[in-house]
């Protein structure tokens, strides 16, 4: 029997993420969000990712007060983040206690639901989040890094989630970053998965490669009970499906998401006009919102195909772009086949940049690459070649444990560094992850607060002044 689909919207996240490279304001959610929160969605995926990072660098906002703000308005339905296993929202492996302690946080400050998930589908990485989650009466939604190639197969992902259910996730998600899920093979994971694992599935797609909305109804005919779309203006190119038309389809079927397209029209509405102004600043851009059939190919996310492109432009190598992404996928084989997702992708594809560049393979290597290769992100989904692992990193010795087990605690140690510059408890976690980044903000943060203190006994002076005029 046939269930009513849920839908998780993700404008406030994913969506402006992979559009306009998460500069999407949170003044220009606010006026939205009460509305938003009327419609009757499973979930609104509001933090996470990289929406922490581009608050502190490039938006001059404090990523907690954007989701405490986002609580405030949205009353009845749950809030969602992506969370990356032990790298958290940053580019290392970070000790248990940060992470434990990031997951409180998350969760006190007004999250409902955390998608958890590694780049290496090393469940190992994702133990101490799902344990913290757990303990803080969060929701497990524990995550598929999607991709294909010969070891990935149908009985590959079913057992991962099977691992993932015992490991204590509520629900599991098909998280496929790079709009690689064809339709029937969406249709045939689901089948596969579902057969041995007894919790609800979400999945998740890029419409990069032209596909998603197809792979997402055959998904719901296997079974999926959570769909991710993104409101039509905010979707389709690098970002999700479109809402609006996927819950048409489904009306009057047994799917019915029960979703109103009136009111969902009034958020397209809104959103519209916010993304002619991104199209006017030149925010976005035109080429994004275009189907990228190589991404099939190649296997190379929309985030990591713009992120070559801007490397070998900078290198005034544009001319190169065809070999390196024929490069990606031999990079990729050497390093153990690695899901091409954060921060795996950015990894192998600034060492096929370098690759390609040097004329030589690996003449020059990047301290991430190396390491993936010594272990320093955890196993990788094929062993890698010793002789190649000897390359890379020489007599260093590989790590074959998990590797936040290497890391001492370090919330204490990051506390006292910023002592002076505490505002609030959370800052020790926004400079644990972004140090100079958080500091730079701290600076902005208090040097604002004194020119608004300043401003306003300026304007009680003059208040003074005023009231010994009348008498």
Not at 164 to 177: N, R, T
């Amino acid at each position: 029997m046939a269930n009513k689909v849920k839908i998780t919207e993700t404008v406030l996240r994913d969506s402006h993420q992979s559009l306009i490279a998460t500069r999407m304001t949170t003044e220009e959610m606010k006026p939205i969000l009460t509305k938003m929160d009327e419609i009757g969605y499973h979930a609104l995926e509001a933090w996470g990712g990289a929406t922490f990072d581009a608050c502190l660098r490039f938006l001059n906002e404090d990523p907690w007060q954007r989701l405490r703000t986002i609580r405030d308005s949205v009353k009845k339905t749950k809030l969602q983040m992506l969370f990356r296993g032990q790298n958290i929202l940053g580019y290392r492996h970070y000790a248990d206690d940060v992470v434990e302690y990031f997951v409180q946080k998350s969760i006190s400050n007004g999250i409902d639901i955390i998608r958890i998930f590694d780049a290496l589908n090393d469940p190992r990485n994702l133990k101490t989040a799902i344990d913290a989650t757990k303990k803080e009466k969060g929701h497990v939604q524990a995550a598929i890094s999607y991709t294909t190639g010969t070891i990935f197969t149908n009985e590959y992902f079913a057992k991962y989630a099977k691992t993932l259910e015992e490991m204590g996730a509520d629900s599991i998600c098909i998280k496929d970053m790079a709009g690689l899920l064809k339709p029937y093979d969406a249709y045939d994971l689901v089948t596969a998965i579902k057969s041995i694992c007894k919790l609800p599935i979400e999945l998740h797609t890029h419409y990069t490669s032209g596909l998603a909305s197809m792979t997402v109804l055959k998904a719901i005919e296997a079974g999926v009970e959570i769909i991710d779309t993104a409101i039509s203006p905010m979707a389709m190119g690098t970002s999700q499906p479109p809402t609006e038309p996927i819950v048409a389809t489904l009306q009057d079927t047994p799917f019915d998401t029960g979703l109103d397209l009136e009111k969902l029209d009034e958020i397209s509405t809104y959103f519209s006009v916010l993304k002619d102004k991104y199209l006017a600043s030149g925010l976005l851009d035109p080429k994004v919102m275009q189907v990228d059939v190589n991404a099939l190919m190649y296997q190379v996310p929309g985030g990591m195909l713009s992120n070559l492109v801007s490397q070998l432009k900078q290198a005034g190598k544009s001319d190169k772009l065809l070999e390196v992404l024929q490069e990606v996928p031999r990079v990729r084989a050497d390093a153990g086949y690695p899901p091409l997702v954060t921060p795996s992708s950015q990894i192998v594809g600034t060492q096929a940049v370098f690759n390609v560049l040097t004329g030589e393979r690996y003449k020059s290597v990047t301290k991430e690459f190396k390491g993936v290769v010594k272990g320093e992100y955890g196993k990788t989904p094929v062993p890698i070649d010793p002789a190649f692992t000897k390359l890379i990193i020489g007599d260093e010795i590989p790590i074959t444990g998990r590797p936040a087990d290497a890391i001492k605690p370090e919330l204490e140690t990051l506390r006292a560094k910023i002592a002076d510059k505490m505002e609030q408890d959370e800052d020790v976690l926004s400079y644990a992850l972004f140090d100079q980044v958080a500091l730079k903000f701290f600076e902005k943060r208090s040097e604002g607060k004194r020119i608004a203190g300043a401003l306003a006994a300026n304007s009680e002076a003059k208040y003074h002044v005023n009231i010994r005029e009348i008498k």
